[in-house]
């Protein structure tokens, strides 16, 4: 059974830094694409990143492009985002999704990042 | 500013039929940009339902299916039921450095 489990949101202060992980289980993590996808609390989903299976490749939307590392550690099974210079409009609820058949199959449950003084 | 358009709401009887559109600002929808659509329930994770259009996940059900439909990507619903109230969100492949976008989503109510 796939599943995907993030960590490490919490309550940071504008520009400050968070490094959210993910990590995955049933499948093998090593050779598919994954990402992050955020949702700001009562708004639609957001595509944030994305990462090829080696980590070679990496895509961001404009938004956090310069403040947000996506990365990954395939020996772990593990999907990472650095989050630096946070936002108030970067508060949001974000999942980490596989790419196995089709485009964000597998879903977390999500962790809430908060950002405010 | 890529712009992905989807219905705001849409409200359907159960057992009836509905039938929700994802438009993009840039022209036509085509198999090209890989229309995905995933259901979100109120206080639940988003679940994909469609991807390539038409492609149904092991756990999508049959009342589920996934066309184009003029300029536009389309989810059909047929034989509506109660549990199919939520949020639908559907995703576009833009590729180079833009990639992934969202539509705004389309609420269906079942009433």
Same mark, same amino acid.
């Given at each position: 059974?796939?599943?995907?489990?993030?960590?490490?949101?919490?309550?940071?202060?504008?520009?400050?830094?968070?490094?959210?992980?993910?990590?995955?289980?049933?499948?093998?993590?090593?050779?598919?694409?994954?990402?992050?996808?955020?949702?700001?609390?009562?708004?639609?989903?957001?595509?944030?990143?994305?990462?090829?299976?080696?980590?070679?490749?990496?895509?961001?939307?404009?938004?956090?492009?310069?403040?947000?590392?996506?990365?990954?550690?395939?020996?772990?099974?593990?999907?990472?985002?650095?989050?630096?210079?946070?936002?108030?409009?970067?508060?949001?609820?974000?999942?980490?999704?596989?790419?196995?058949?089709?485009?964000?199959?597998?879903?977390?449950?999500?962790?809430?990042?908060?950002?405010?003084? | 500013?890529?712009?992905?358009?989807?219905?705001?709401?849409?409200?359907? +009887?159960?057992? #009836?039929?509905?039938?929700?559109?994802?438009? &993009?600002?840039?022209? !036509?929808?085509?198999?090209?940009? /890989?229309?995905?659509?995933?259901?979100?329930?109120?206080?639940?994770?988003?679940?994909?339902?469609?991807?390539?259009?038409?492609?149904?996940?092991?756990?999508?059900?049959?009342?589920?299916?996934? +066309?184009?439909? #003029?300029?536009?990507?389309?989810?059909?619903? &047929?034989?509506?039921? !109660?549990?199919?109230?939520?949020? /639908?969100?559907?995703?576009?492949?833009?590729?180079?450095?833009?990639?992934?976008?969202?539509?705004?989503?389309?609420?269906?109510?079942?009433?």
């Amino acid at each position: 059974e796939v599943q995907l489990m993030e960590s490490g949101g919490g309550l940071v202060q504008p520009g400050g830094s968070l490094r959210l992980s993910c990590a995955a289980s049933g499948f093998t993590f090593g050779s598919y694409r994954m990402n992050w996808v955020r949702q700001a609390p009562g708004q639609g989903l957001e595509w944030v990143a994305n990462i090829k299976q080696d980590g070679g490749e990496k895509y961001y939307v404009d938004s956090v492009k310069g403040r947000f590392t996506i990365s990954r550690d395939n020996a772990k099974n593990s999907l990472f985002l650095q989050m630096n210079s946070l936002r108030a409009e970067d508060t949001a609820v974000y999942y980490c999704a596989s790419t196995l058949n089709g485009e964000l199959d597998y879903w977390g449950q999500g962790t809430l990042v908060t950002v405010s003084s | 500013q890529t712009v992905v358009t989807q219905e705001p709401s849409l409200t359907v +009887s159960p057992g #009836g039929t509905v039938t929700l559109t994802c438009a &993009s600002s840039t022209g !036509p929808v085509t198999s090209g940009y /890989y229309p995905n659509w995933f259901q979100q329930r109120p206080g639940q994770a988003p679940r994909a339902l469609i991807y390539s259009t038409s492609n149904k996940h092991s756990w999508t059900p049959a009342r589920f299916s996934g +066309s184009l439909l #003029g300029d536009k990507a389309a989810l059909t619903l &047929s034989g509506v039921q !109660p549990e199919d109230e939520a949020e /639908y969100y559907c995703l576009l492949y833009y590729g180079g450095a833009q990639n992934w976008v969202f539509g705004g989503g389309t609420k269906l109510t079942v009433l």
